[in-house]
T-cell receptor, first 115, second 110 residues
Framework: DTGVSQDPRHKITKRGQNVTFRCDPI?????LYWYRQTLGQGPEFLTY????????KSRLLSDRFSAERPKGSFSTLEIQRTEQGDSAMYLC?????????????FGQGTRLTVV | DAKTTQPNSMESNEEEPVHLPCNHS???????IHWYRQLPSQGPEYVIH???SNVNNRMASLAIAEDRKSSTLILHRATLRDAAVYYC???????????FGTGTRLQVFP
């Protein structure tokens, strides 16, 4: 297993277009997270899945954002009608099922630029 | 979400020890202290975590104050590859999200 994989690594889109990002977690990791990171800031939590169930969504996740994890494997994050303020690095992470604190494994992210 | 406070930046010379401080005065009894680091153009990477006792692993050591209101990440011999932003995070057992602050940017000089 090569770790958490995100695709694409970079995306440039025009304002108003829709974009979709994909995340493939480490196999058998049942927990999957999406974060957003802007320049000079730490990552901000967006949403979290346990298997296919979306258990938590941040207030940062406006109606234009939707995330899915069909069959509890890979996940997609879609942004509709992109705005310049959506330009950021979108990070995906996964972690194994565990009752105690455990580490999260992050992908290298998808950098979105909205022009 | 409980908050942590870290210096914005720190500097070190190669092969010297580095002590990265973190204050978390509002920590609750069940919060775990996690440290992640983010190298340039990479996603964050887990470093270490602990609850009450000091912890060691191959990457670093974590020293936790007796009152748990502060902790220190210790890199025993800094290398150029340790140059990164280091995040101190409090994580409650019943949540799975990590709440990042702005972290400490560590510069390592040869």
């Amino acid at each position: 297993d090569t770790g958490v994989s995100q695709d694409p690594r970079h995306k440039i889109t025009k304002r108003g277009q829709n974009v979709t990002f994909r995340c493939d977690p480490i196999s058998e990791h049942n927990r999957l997270y999406w974060y957003r990171q802007t320049l000079g800031q730490g990552p901000e939590f967006l949403t979290y899945f346990q298997n296919e169930a979306q258990l938590e969504k941040s207030r940062l996740l406006s109606d234009r954002f939707s995330a899915e994890r069909p069959k509890g494997s890979f996940s997609t994050l879609e942004i509709q009608r992109t705005e310049q303020g959506d330009s950021a690095m979108y990070l995906c992470a996964s972690s194994p099922r565990d009752r105690t604190n455990t580490e999260a494994f992050f992908g290298q992210g998808t950098r979105l630029t909205v022009v | 979400d409980a908050k942590t406070t870290q210096p914005n930046s720190m500097e070190s010379n190669e092969e010297e020890p580095v002590h990265l401080p973190c204050n978390h005065s509002t920590i609750s009894g069940t919060d775990y202290i996690h440290w992640y680091r983010q190298l340039p153009s990479q996603g964050p990477e887990y470093v270490i975590h602990g609850l009450t006792s000091n912890v060691n692993n191959r990457m670093a050591s974590l020293a936790i104050a007796e009152d748990r209101k502060s902790s220190t990440l210790i890199l025993h011999r800094a290398t150029l590859r340790d140059a990164a932003v280091y995040y101190c995070i409090l994580r409650r057992p019943n949540t799975d999200k990590l709440i990042f602050g702005t972290g400490t940017r560590l510069q390592v000089f040869p």
